[in-house]
């Protein structure tokens, strides 16, 4: 009892040592720097660097966690050793379960640190390590993570599903803490990566991130690189030269990414003004890394090329190919998704082990408490074991008896397999005869698609015959004391009526020229008045003029001049008569009009 009495009461100090944790109360001038390190941690790593002494071990830890974090936004040089202070801030944190917020941060930072130093898996491991110690509300780290293994993954080409699954899970967590600054920062992340592949929304994307970026002031040029590029791979080179000139006017001399230089030359390569190429081209910076080497002599081989260089141009590609060759045979080291698939596991099998630790504890603690009814309870417990035997026998005489009916089952599925091997085969004979017999349909096809071919040639050429030969032929009518001509097309009518896949008519030359001749003939020059009369008419028009003049069907009118309907001849009349004649009457008064002598 003194023993269980002791163990309690080192578990309830342990739990006021944790508890006091969340209540440390930390150096107020770091504090301060923590408090800037977001918006300004210049200015954080200046306060961080000026504390020349600190007393205990959190502070000193919060120390190190800070200068890790500022010195790294600042963007300062990380070389071999200069992980030491974030390891000792991550170790202290590790054991102290009330500072889970910075233990987040120590284990991202630590993860940035071999990122930097070229470790992309011992960075993979750390950003995984980050989002799974973070608490669930703890929405901008678990962001941060994110994000962080998002741009790992992009910069060694992983698949495009584990990048943009990354950026949108990143996304959505800052937009729970209503951080527009990192808003805009992963709007334009997607759209960058979005760029080439979709980009449609690439611009969506990237336009947000730049309208936003301008609301907080914040740097957007990057955006506006990248957004050129969009426009620049879509040939619209003229707003791709346009958005890259204003970064080169107007960006700060700290931006280093030179991508908008290359836009802007290529531009007025593609826009022929390879003077102004040249000019942009001088502006570039000398290329420090291997991306901005393949751009400078992709760049110079257009260049050269453009100007009919090609001896130059064949130099530059070759030099562009072999740093592209550098850049994959670099990006495809990595084996960051191995490292990410050990890392779930390893965390799986750490959750398994904590939890069986868990289960022997509670039975410590049980074994321990009914200790002194053990005597009581000991013949109950040799007779469960006996029964528990018992059970066990039978249950290995039900398993032996299940295995012999899987044996025999077995048997019966080999009969069924040999009989279905068998219909199979003659299954199989089957479709071979069916193929030959289809073989024979498909020749006998063809030469009945060879007999038709010929029906149909002699059918256009016998309707080509009839058509040639087709005669306007006229009759007379009285009504009114007037005479009305009626042209119709009797043999064209039949023609139609007896062929229906024949969608349209193509009249020849001849056919309007005879057709002018009769109605002149019949309506006393009435043709070639109108000629001459209204030369500003169209030759449909016109020939809608004569066709209404022989009083042909609307029908036959859409066929001859390939008119949508019916309806749309009575539309088309209607404005030859208002339209071009300038005149608000009907056809039969316009012809009546004119052999009255009043059209003159």
């Known amino acids: 009892m003194n023993k269980l009495l002791g163990i309690l009461l080192m578990l309830v100090l342990v739990a006021a040592v944790t508890g006091c944790d969340g209540l440390r109360r930390y150096d107020a001038r770091l504090v301060r720097a923590d408090s800037l390190m977001q918006n300004a941690p210049d200015s954080a790593l200046a306060i961080v660097g000026a504390i020349d002494s600190l007393a205990g071990d959190a502070n000193l830890a919060y120390r190190d966690l800070l200068l890790t974090q500022a010195r790294y936004k600042c ?4 070389t071999a050793g200069d992980d030491s202070a974030i390891t000792r801030a991550m170790a202290w944190y590790s054991v102290h379960s009330g500072e889970r917020e910075k233990l987040t941060r120590a284990y991202l930072y630590k993860g940035a640190v071999m990122q930097e130093l070229g470790h992309v898996d011992s960075a993979m491991y750390y950003y995984k390590t980050a989002e799974v110690n973070a608490d669930p509300k703890d929405y901008f780290n678990l962001g941060y993570s994110n994000l962080r293994i998002a741009e790992l993954y992009q910069t060694h080409f992983i698949n495009d599903s584990a990048v943009l699954s990354r950026m949108r899970k990143a996304r959505n967590y800052f937009s729970e803490t209503r951080d527009t600054n990192y808003w805009v920062i992963t709007d334009g992340a997607i759209g960058a990566y979005l760029f080439g592949n979709d980009n449609d929304s690439a611009k969506i994307y990237l336009e947000r991130a730049i309208n936003n970026a301008r609301l907080i002031n914040s740097n957007y040029y990057y955006y506006q690189s990248k957004l050129a590029g969009v426009y620049f791979y879509e040939e619209d080179y003229v707003t791709a030269k346009r958005l890259a000139l204003d970064i080169i006017k107007n960006s700060s001399d700290g931006w280093d990414d030179n991508k908008y230089y290359y836009y802007a030359s290529r531009s007025f390569i593609k826009l022929s003004q390879l003077d102004s190429a040249y000019w942009v081209k001088s502006l570039i910076p000398m290329p420090t890394t291997l ?16 100007s009919n260089r090609l001896s130059d141009c064949g130099f530059y590609q070759a030099k562009a190919e072999r740093v592209k060759n ?5 990006s495809l080291d990595s084996n960051l998704t191995l490292t ?3 890392y779930d596991s390893d965390q799986q099998t750490a959750i398994i082990k904590k939890q069986g630790n868990n289960r022997l504890l509670l039975a410590v603690g049980i074994i321990l408490a009914l200790a002194f009814l053990f005597g009581l309870f000991s013949f109950l417990l040799r007779r469960r074991i006996t029964r528990y035997h018992h059970e066990l026998d039978q249950s290995r005489q039900e398993i032996e ?4 009916v899987a044996e025999q089952k077995d048997i019966q599925l080999e009969l069924e397999r040999q009989n279905h091997v068998k219909s199979i085969a003659e299954k199989e004979k089957k479709l071979s005869d069916i193929e030959k017999k289809n073989q024979e349909l498909e020749s006998k096809h063809e030469g009945i698609q060879q007999q038709v071919s010929a029906i149909v040639r002699a059918r256009h050429e016998a309707f080509d015959e009839l058509y040639q030969g087709l005669r306007i032929k006229t009759s007379t009518a009285s009504g009114n004391g007037k005479k009305k001509r009626i042209i119709p097309l009797v043999s064209l009518i039949k023609e139609l009526n007896e062929n229906k896949e024949i969608l349209t008519l193509n009249p020849t030359d001849s056919f309007w020229e005879n057709l002018k001749f009769a109605v002149d003939g019949e309506y006393q020059g009435i043709a070639s008045f109108v ?27 859409k066929l001859c001049l390939n008119y949508s309907s019916a309806i749309t001849v009575s539309n088309y009349k209607r404005r030859l008569l208002k339209d071009r004649f300038g005149l608000d009457v009907k056809l039969e008064d316009f012809i009546n009009m004119y052999l009255d002598g009043k059209m003159q």
């Open 75 to 78: 963007y300062v040089d990380i």
């Open 291 to 306: 991306v901005d080497s393949l751009n400078y002599f992709t760049l110079n081989a257009e260049l050269a090329e453009a």
């Open 326 to 330: 550098q850049i994959l045979s670099k």
């Open 340 to 342: 990410e698939l050990k």
């Open 401 to 404: 008896a299940m295995m012999r």
């Open 531 to 557: 000629e001459q009369k209204y030369p500003s008419l169209s030759a449909k028009d016109y020939q809608l003029f004569l066709l209404l003049c022989a009083n042909v069907s609307p029908q036959i009118i």
